[in-house]
């Protein structure tokens, strides 16, 4: 209670400071608000729309079981496809320049492994 009677005291000894005090800090929020109703009117966007992803998918099972066309469909949807080479300088080169953000690529054999797990069905037991 001491110390809340002291700074009572100080504060009123000081009333021009806390005055000076108070009228800068409105204005500081005033201008602060000002600046920020003025930035959101003057955007032409409403919403944020991110651009699409350069994406390129390279096939390297022959587009066995239409895997590689039907990952091209899908991401198609979200992205733009891009088409590059084959060959590890393309590769490099296509992720160092920035010319793609995504490149998927379909190993030799995907397809047939891939039916091979999705053959296998899991047993179930039942429990006492």
Known sequence: MNTCKAALRILKARKLYVIIYLVLIGTMMFSISWQIMR??????ATTYEPESARIAVIDRDDDAEHVAQSLRSYLALDGEMVTIDDDSISLQQAVASNYVDLIAIVPQGFAERYLQYARITPRLRNRP
């Not at 930035?39 to 032409?44: C, E, N, Q, R």
């Open 39 to 44: 930035g959101s009117t003057a955007a032409g």
